[in-house]
C-alpha cells in the first residue's frame, strides 16, 4: 500500500483504486496524481475493503474480479459498513455482461465503465463528475 | 411384418413371452382335446343314425377352427413331441371319414383341411412328408377296397375323384408352402445378415414401429450408450422419461422434437441433435442422434430408425475449448487495457510532445489495439455462442430505423474508401426481436462489404417484407466468393484466397452473423461472383423471436 499526497493549496481528494494488475493500478495512480488526487491503492478484495475504512477515501474506483474478495462482495461490504457507505464508487472492469452492470447497481456502484472501452481520460473525467457530485446517494448509470 | 424384427429381444422378454404361450396351450389343449375326443365319438355314432348333414359339417367348422387354435399354439410351443400327433390324429379322422360313405361332404372339407394344416403345423418338410403318407393312405385304401377287403360305401368312380380332389389341394397347398419357403429363407438370411450387422456396429441403433411409435429394435451398442437393457414395447412418447433424456440446459427432452418421433410421426429425417442422457450408474452422456423414416411400397411410413452415437467426449472437448477461450479473453483484456491507455496517453501528448512520425507509430499501435480488443470480445462472444449462453432480450424494433442507424454508423468508412453507400430500405415495419444482436449483425455485413469492396465500387443495402418473414441484404461491387470458399465462408477464421491476409478483421465477423441470426429463428445465404460482388442475405421470421435467458450477453 502506498500512499501519495501532493501539497495543494486547499485538501487534495482522495482516491483509493482496488485493482490487483500491478500495472495497470499504477497507471492509473499516475493519471489521477496528474491531476492533483491522492491515490492509495490496494491489490485485491479485502485490502481494499481495509484501506476504504482506514483512509476514507473520496472515491473508490473498484475492479470485480479480484483475488481474496471479489468486487461484488467487497461493494456489500462498504455498503453495509457506517463508516464507508456513503463514499462513491466507480466500478471499473472488463466485465460487460448487463447482469454484472445491474448486479453492481443494485449493491450501490455509482458507476460502471468496461476498460477496454473507454479511454483513461475518459475515467478521470467520470472521477470528476462523480467527485462533484458528492456523496454515494445516487447511483448513476453509464 | 419387417417392422416385428425382434432381432436382440431381451432374453427377459424372451421366457415371459414362451411362459405365455405354455399358458395358452394348456388353455387349449384342456378343452379342445376332450372336446374332439367326445365329437369324433358323436360323429361316428350319429353318421351311422343319419343325422342331418348340415349339422354335421358346422361341427366339424368348431372341431377345425378349435384344432387350428390348437395347431397355432402347438406350433410356437417347444413341445414338438405333439405336433405330428396332432397330425396323425388328424389323418386319421380324415381317412375314417372316407371309409364312412355316410356323410362325404365332411370327406371332402377334411381334404381341403389337411394338407395345408400338415403344412402349417409341422413345417415345410415334414409337411411334405404327412401330405405322402395321407396320399399313400388313401392309395392304399382305394387298392384295399377294391380287392374287397374293405367294404365299399362309395362307387370307385366317387374315390377315383376324391383322389383327383385330393392331389390337386395337396399340389396347391405344396406349392403354396413352397414359395413361402423360399420367402422365409430369404428372410432368415437377411434377418441373420442384419442381426449380425447391427451387432457389430459400434453405432446406437434403435427402431420404432408405426403408428404409436412402440421400440422394437435396439442394437447392443444401443444399450450400451443408455447404459441399461432397452426393453422392447416402450412407446416414443415415453422415451424421455424411461431413459432420462434431456437437452443441453438439462430440461426434459420433449418427446414430440425427439428425432425418431420427427421421423415416424412428420416422416422428416433428422441429422444429429445431442440429446443429453442419465444412465442409470449415475453417469451422464451425451448422445448424437440422427432418424429417418421408413415407408412401404405405398409410401407410408411404418417405421423409423435411428442411430446414436457417443458425443460425450466431443462435448467435453468443445467445452473446455469454450472455457479455455473464455478465461483467455477476460485474462487478455486486463494487459490489453494497460496498452492502450498508456498508447492513448502518449498520443494525446500527455507524457510530452511528439514528433510527427512518433505520433504515426502511435497511431499504428492504436489501431492494432484496438483490433485486438474487438478479436478479444470477437472470441469470447463465440465461446459463449458455443456454450449456448447467448441472451436474447427482443423487443418491437422499426427495422427501417435499425438499418439507418446501421448506415449512418459504417458511411464515415465507406466514404473515406470512396464507396457509395446506398440504403434502400423501406417500410419493413417492424419486428419482434433484440435490436442490439440484429444490429452487430447488420454492421458485421456492412462492414465486410466495405472492407471487401475496391475504391470507386458500390453498396446497397435492401429489404423486402414477406407473409412470414422479413428479407434484408447487403449487396456489394466487391472482389466476390470463390466457388471452392462458398461452405467455408461461415466458418470460424476462414478468409477465403482472394482477399489479403493483411485486412483487418478478426475472422470471426459472419460466424457471428449466422449465429446471431439462427438464435433468432432466421436464415443467412449469399449469392456472389468473383470480381463481381457478393449479395448477403438474411431472413428473420415476422412472428418475432421468443425471449431467451442466457447468462451472457454478446460483447458489442
Not at chain 2, 395358452?24 to 348333414?53: E, K, N, T, W
Request: proline letters at 4%.
Amino acid at each position: 500500500m502506498d500512499l501519495v499526497s501532493k501539497e495543494t493549496g486547499t485538501e487534495p481528494k482522495k482516491i483509493l483504486i482496488i485493482e490487483d494488475d500491478a500495472p495497470l493500478s499504477a497507471m492509473v495512480q499516475n493519471r489521477f496524481k496528474r491531476e492533483l488526487y491522492e491515490t492509495v491503492s490496494a491489490l485485491n478484495g479485502s485490502e481494499g475493503l481495509d484501506a476504504a475504512r482506514k483512509y476514507r477515501p473520496d472515491i473508490i474506483v473498484l475492479d470485480l474480479l479480484l483475488p481474496v474478495m471479489n468486487g461484488f462482495d467487497v461493494l456489500s461490504a462498504l455498503r453495509k459498513d457506517e463508516l464507508t457507505r456513503d463514499i462513491p464508487v466507480l466500478v471499473l472492469s472488463n466485465l460487460s455482461r448487463a447482469e454484472d452492470i445491474q448486479r453492481t447497481q443494485m449493491l450501490g456502484a455509482n458507476g460502471y465503465l468496461v476498460k477496454t472501452d473507454v479511454s483513461l481520460k475518459y475515467v478521470t473525467e467520470k472521477i470528476k463528475d462523480l467527485l462533484s457530485k458528492g456523496s454515494a446517494g445516487q447511483s448513476v448509470r453509464t | 411384418m419387417p417392422a416385428n424384427i425382434d432381432l436382440f429381444k431381451s432374453e427377459n422378454m424372451r421366457r415371459t413371452e414362451e411362459r405365455q404361450r405354455t399358458r395358452m396351450f394348456y388353455l387349449f389343449s384342456g378343452i379342445a382335446i376332450p372336446y374332439l375326443l367326445a365329437y369324433g365319438v358323436f360323429d361316428y355314432l350319429d353318421a351311422r343314425g343319419g343325422v342331418h348333414i348340415v349339422i354335421g359339417a358346422i361341427e366339424h367348422l368348431l372341431a377345425f377352427l378349435l384344432l387350428l387354435s390348437v395347431a397355432r399354439y402347438y406350433k410356437h410351443s417347444q413341445l414338438s413331441v405333439l405336433k405330428p400327433l396332432i397330425t396323425v390324429l388328424m389323418m386319421i379322422m380324415l381317412l375314417v371319414s372316407m371309409f364312412d360313405g355316410g356323410i362325404s361332404g365332411t370327406a371332402i372339407y377334411w381334404l381341403f383341411v389337411f394338407p395345408p394344416a400338415a403344412f402349417y403345423l409341422n413345417g415345410y418338410k415334414p409337411g411334405i412328408f404327412y401330405n405322402t403318407l395321407f396320399f399313400v393312405c388313401s392309395v392304399a385304401y382305394l387298392l384295399l377296397q377294391r380287392a374287397g377287403i374293405i367294404p365299399a360305401f362309395y362307387s370307385m368312380e366317387q374315390l377315383v375323384q376324391m383322389l383327383f380332389v385330393l392331389l390337386q389341394v395337396f399340389l396347391i397347398s405344396f406349392a403354396a408352402q413352397f414359395n413361402l419357403e423360399k420367402f422365409r429363407v430369404t428372410i432368415i438370411s437377411q434377418r441373420e445378415h442384419l442381426r449380425v450387422l447391427l451387432g457389430g456396429l459400434p453405432v446406437g441403433i434403435t427402431m420404432v414401429v408405426a403408428p404409436d411409435g412402440r421400440l422394437s429394435t435396439a442394437n447392443p451398442s444401443a444399450e450400451r450408450l443408455f447404459g441399461r437393457t432397452i426393453e422392447p414395447n416402450v412407446k416414443a412418447a415415453d422415451f424421455p422419461k424411461t431413459y432420462q433424456l434431456a437437452r443441453e440446459d438439462g430440461t426434459p427432452y420433449p418427446a414430440e422434437d425427439l428425432p425418431l418421433t420427427v421421423a415416424l410421426m412428420r416422416g422428416e429425417s433428422t441429422v444429429k441433435n445431442d440429446v443429453f442422457v442419465k444412465r442409470p450408474d449415475g453417469s451422464h452422456a451425451v448422445l448424437r442422434v440422427s432418424a429417418a423414416p421408413v415407408r412401404d411400397e405405398t409410401g407410408r411410413i411404418v417405421s423409423a430408425v435411428a442411430v446414436w452415437e457417443d458425443a460425450t467426449k466431443e462435448h467435453e472437448i468443445s467445452r473446455m475449448k469454450s472455457d479455455f477461450i473464455s478465461l483467455a479473453s477476460h485474462q487478455l483484456r486486463t494487459p490489453l487495457t494497460s496498452i492502450k491507455w498508456s498508447i492513448e496517453m502518449a498520443a494525446d501528448e500527455e507524457n510530452g510532445p511528439l514528433s510527427q512520425a512518433q505520433k504515426e507509430a502511435l497511431d499504428f499501435a492504436r489501431r492494432s489495439t484496438i483490433r485486438l480488443v474487438r478479436l478479444v470480445s470477437d472470441l469470447l462472444n463465440v465461446s459463449r455462442i458455443e456454450r449456448g449462453q447467448i441472451a436474447l432480450q427482443p423487443e418491437l424494433t422499426d427495422l427501417d430505423a435499425l438499418c439507418r442507424e446501421a448506415v449512418a454508423e459504417i458511411n464515415p468508412t465507406a466514404v473515406e474508401k470512396g464507396l457509395a453507400l446506398e440504403n434502400e430500405v423501406r417500410a419493413l415495419g417492424q419486428v419482434r426481436l433484440d435490436p442490439k444482436l440484429i444490429f452487430q449483425a447488420l454492421l458485421n455485413l456492412l462492414a465486410n462489404a466495405v472492407k471487401y469492396t475496391p475504391k470507386g465500387g458500390h453498396i446497397e443495402v435492401g429489404g423486402r417484407r414477406g407473409a412470414n418473414e422479413v428479407e434484408m441484404f447487403v449487396r456489394d461491387s466487391g472482389v466476390g466468393i470463390p466457388a471452392e470458399a462458398k461452405d467455408k465462408i461461415f466458418q470460424k477464421f476462414f478468409r477465403a484466397d482472394n482477399v489479403s491476409v493483411d485486412n483487418e478483421g478478426t475472422g470471426l465477423g459472419l460466424y457471428l452473423v449466422k449465429a446471431i441470426i439462427e438464435s433468432s429463428g432466421g436464415r443467412v445465404w449469399f449469392e456472389s461472383e468473383v470480381g463481381k460482388g457478393t449479395t448477403f442475405w438474411f431472413s428473420l421470421p415476422i412472428s418475432g423471436v421468443a425471449a431467451k435467458e442466457g447468462s451472457r450477453e454478446l460483447i458489442i
